[in-house]
C-alpha cells in the first residue's frame, strides 16, 4: 500500500524524505513523489515506476532545496500508474500539496460537487478531492479546513499536506490507515510505519483515528477533529536498526527465513514458564478462556492460512469448535456471533482493513476479540480485547515467512492453553508437547542447512507454468500457505488441494510432467495421502514429496524427497513450511525476479 514520508527540521528535507520511502518500498508501490517548500513556493518532482526514477531525477533529492516536504510512494486504486496520478496532488494555484494513503468512498458525490463548482481535476485520483475541499474551505487556519474535510470524506486515509501560506509546517490527519509522527533534536517527522524515520529518531507518536497533527520545527501539536488540542504521550521504538537491514543476505526474504529459529524461540519461550503456558500478559484470565465454547478466527492472506492450521491445532488438542475465515468474507456474511464465541483476529501488520473491519463488527456485537499481531501499538493491537503479540520483528519482504511461522506458534501456544484448561489431553501428553514446542527453534535452524538442495531443485522449476500442492489435514493447511508464498514472488500459477479432493475433478489437470508437491507428514494421514500421490503419478506428474525422515520408502514412490525432521504432529507445519519457503524463494531468484518487491503486492494492505 501508499508510503508516506515528511520531513521538517534543520536538513534538507527531500533526501530525508527519499530515504524514508525507500524504507517504505517493502509496502509495495508503483510511482512516488516529493513536495519540497524551496523558500518561495512548492516545488514537487513525480515518477511513474520505482523510486530510483525519482531519486535519479532529483539526483537523490540534491536538487530539491528546502528543510520541509512530504513524500510518497503509490500503490493505485484509483487510476492507472502514471506520474499525473502520482502523489503529491496540489491545487490550481499550488499553494497546497496533498499526499494520501487509503480510500475516499464518497470521492464521487464529492467529484461532482466539485466540478459544479468550476474547480478542475489534473489526476483521476480519489485523492485530488481532498486538494480541491481543502482550497474550498481553507480560510487562513490549516487545521480548520483539515477538520471540515474529515467532517465530510468518508472511507480512510492518512494525509500529509503542506499549505504555501504556513510554509515551515506540515500537516497530517489519520483515519483507518497508519500514521505516525517522529520527533528528534534535528526535526521533526511523518511517516506511514516505523522503519522509515527509525534511524532518525525513535520517539514515535501513534496517530489516531480522526486527529490531526501540525508539526513545526518547534512543536507538535495534536488536535481531535473539531479542532481541540489534545495531549499525546510519545513511545519508545526499541526495534535495533539493524532488523529493518539486509545485514549481508541479498534479499530481505532469505534473511526472515533464517530469523525463524529466534522468531519462533521469542515467540514461544517467554509464554513456557514451571512446566506451564503462561499468557497471563494477554489480558484474558482463564476463568474468561474456560467460558468459550467457539472459536473464530479472521484473517487474509498467510494470516488466515496460519488461521486454518490454528483450526486444525486448537480441534484436535483443545477440542473446542472452531471456524477460520477469510475477513473479506466474514465481514460481509452476517455471521451468527454469540457471547460464547472467541475472535481471534490474525495479522503481521495489524492494519490490514478488512481484518480491522471484522474486529469492529465482531466487538460490535458483544464478542471478545483476541489479536495476534506482530506490530505494537498497531490499530488491530489497540482495538482488541486482548493481544497475544508474534515476537518476528520488523518484516520486510512482502512475501510473509517469520511473521506466518510466529503466527503458527502463537496457536500452539493456545491451543496448548485451551487444552490444559478444558483438560482434553492428558498432563503427560501435555508435557510431551511443550517439550516438542521448546524443540521446534533448533529444528527448523537445522532444515535451513537443506538450502542447497532446495536451490538444486527449484532450478529445475524455473520454467514450469503450474504446479499444484496437495496435503490432507494440516499437511493441507501447509500447502495453501506453500502455494500462495509460490506464486505471489515466482509468478508460476499454483494451487493447493485438499489431497482426497482431486480427484473431484483437479485431477484432470493432470500431464505429463505436471509437478505436484505432496507435503506427507501426519504417520495417521500417510497411507492416504501416498495413495493420493500414486494416483497423479499414474497420471503421470512428477511428484516432489516432503515427509519426516521416518518415512523413507516415499522415495520409492515420489520422484524426489525432501525430509523434515520429525516433532509432534500438530506441530508439523513449523517444519514442513521452511523448505518450500526456501523452494518459492529460489524459483523466484532462478527467474530472476524482484523476489522482496513482487509486482502489484502490497506487505500492509490498508484498503479493502
Ligand atoms: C498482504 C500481504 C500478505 C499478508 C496479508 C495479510 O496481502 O502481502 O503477505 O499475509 O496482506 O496481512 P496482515 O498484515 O494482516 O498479516
Same mark, same amino acid.
Given at each position: 500500500m501508499c508510503g508516506i514520508a515528511g520531513y521538517i527540521g534543520k536538513q534538507q528535507a527531500a533526501p530525508i524524505i527519499l530515504d524514508g520511502l525507500s524504507r517504505l518500498e517493502y509496502r509495495g508501490y508503483d510511482s512516488a513523489g516529493v513536495a519540497v517548500y524551496d523558500g518561495e513556493r512548492i516545488h514537487m518532482e513525480k515518477a511513474q515506476g520505482r523510486l530510483r526514477v525519482l531519486e535519479e531525477l532529483t539526483q537523490h533529492g540534491a536538487t530539491m532545496p528546502g528543510f520541509c516536504g512530504i513524500g510518497h510512494t503509490r500503490w493505485a486504486t484509483h487510476g492507472s500508474p502514471s506520474d499525473t496520478n502520482a502523489h503529491p496532488h496540489m491545487n490550481e494555484s499550488n499553494s497546497i500539496a496533498v499526499v494520501h494513503n487509503g480510500i475516499i468512498e464518497n470521492y464521487a458525490q464529492l467529484k461532482q460537487r466539485l466540478l459544479n463548482k468550476g474547480y478542475h481535476f489534473a489526476s483521476e485520483t480519489d485523492t485530488e478531492v481532498l486538494v480541491h475541499m481543502l482550497t474550498e474551505y481553507y480560510n487562513g487556519d490549516p487545521v480548520e479546513a483539515i477538520e471540515k474535510v474529515m467532517h465530510r470524506v468518508e472511507g480512510s486515509y492518512a494525509l500529509g499536506i503542506m499549505f504555501l501560506d504556513h510554509p515551515h509546517h506540515i500537516y497530517a490527519a489519520r483515519k483507518d490507515s497508519p500514521l505516525i509522527v517522529g520527533e528528534s533534536s534535528d526535526g521533526k517527522f511523518i511517516a506511514s510505519d516505523v522503519p522509515a524515520i527509525l534511524q532518525y529518531t525513535r520517539t514515535v507518536y501513534y496517530m489516531e483515528n480522526e486527529e490531526i497533527a501540525c508539526l513545526s520545527t518547534e512543536h507538535t501539536r495534536f488536535f481531535n477533529v473539531d479542532g481541540e488540542p489534545i495531549q499525546k504521550t510519545p513511545v519508545t521504538i526499541d526495534w535495533d536498526i539493524h532488523a529493518a537491514e539486509k545485514g549481508g543476505f541479498e534479499h530481505f526474504m532469505l534473511k526472515e527465513i533464517h530469523e525463524q529459529p529466534k522468531a519462533i524461540k521469542d515467540t514461544i519461550s517467554p509464554r513456557i514458564k514451571d512446566g506451564d503456558i503462561d499468557l497471563s500478559e494477554i489480558g484474558m484470565s482463564d476463568e474468561e478462556l474456560l467460558s468459550f465454547h467457539k472459536i473464530t478466527i479472521v484473517a487474509c492472506g498467510s494470516a488466515y492460512h496460519s488461521g486454518v492450521t490454528g483450526r486444525y491445532v486448537l480441534e484436535d488438542l483443545a477440542r473446542i469448535p472452531t471456524e477460520a475465515d477469510l475477513a473479506s468474507e466474514f465481514r460481509y456474511r452476517n455471521p451468527i456471533y454469540d457471547a460464547g464465541t472467541l475472535v481471534i483476529v490474525v495479522s503481521q501488520s495489524g492494519e490490514t482493513a478488512d481484518s480491522l473491519a471484522a474486529l469492529r463488527d465482531a466487538k460490535a456485537h458483544g464478542c471478545k476479540v483476541l489479536a495476534i499481531v506482530n506490530v505494537v501499538g498497531s490499530s488491530i493491537a489497540r482495538e482488541a480485547d486482548a493481544v497475544l503479540y508474534t515476537?518476528?520483528?520488523?518484516?520486510?519482504?512482502v512475501a510473509t515467512t517469520k511473521a506466518y511461522s510466529c503466527q503458527i506458534a502463537a496457536f500452539y501456544l493456545l491451543a496448548l492453553k485451551f487444552a490444559r484448561l478444558r483438560s482434553t489431553i492428558t498432563p503427560e501428553r501435555f508435557q510431551t508437547l511443550l517439550d516438542a514446542l521448546s524443540c521446534l527453534p533448533g529444528q527448523v535452524e537445522s532444515l535451513l542447512a537443506q538450502k542447497e538442495k532446495i536451490q538444486f531443485f527449484a532450478n529445475h522449476y524455473l520454467a514450469t507454468e503450474h504446479i499444484f500442492f496437495i496435503g490432507r489435514g494440516i499437511d493441507y493447511a501447509l500447502c495453501l500457505e506453500a502455494s500462495l508464498k509460490l506464486k505471489e514472488i515466482s509468478y508460476i500459477h499454483s494451487e493447493a488441494y485438499a489431497a482426497g479432493e482431486l480427484k473431484h475433478?483437479?485431477?484432470?489437470?493432470?500431464?505429463? #510432467?505436471?509437478? %505436484?508437491? *505432496? !507435503?506427507? =507428514?501426519?504417520?495417521?494421514?500417510?497411507?492416504?495421502?501416498?495413495?493420493?500421490?500414486?494416483?497423479?503419478?499414474?497420471? #503421470?506428474?512428477? %511428484?516432489? *514429496? !516432503?515427509? =519426516?525422515l521416518q518415512h523413507p520408502e516415499m522415495e520409492k514412490c515420489a520422484d524426489y524427497v525432501l525430509y523434515v525432521p520429525k516433532t509432534a504432529a500438530p506441530f508439523m507445519d513449523s517444519l514442513a513450511i521452511v523448505p518450500l519457503q526456501l523452494f518459492a524463494y529460489y524459483v523466484s531468484l532462478g527467474r530472476g525476479l524482484d523476489v522482496d518487491k513482487p509486482r502489484n503486492l502490497a506487505k500492509s494492505v490498508t484498503v479493502e
Open positions: 515476537w518476528a520483528g520488523p518484516e520486510i519482504a475433478g483437479t485431477i484432470s489437470l493432470m500431464e505429463n #510432467g505436471t509437478l %505436484v508437491i *505432496a !507435503v506427507a =507428514t501426519q504417520d495417521a494421514l500417510y497411507p492416504k495421502t501416498v495413495s493420493n500421490i500414486v494416483e497423479v503419478k499414474t497420471r #503421470g506428474a512428477f %511428484v516432489m *514429496a !516432503v515427509t =519426516t
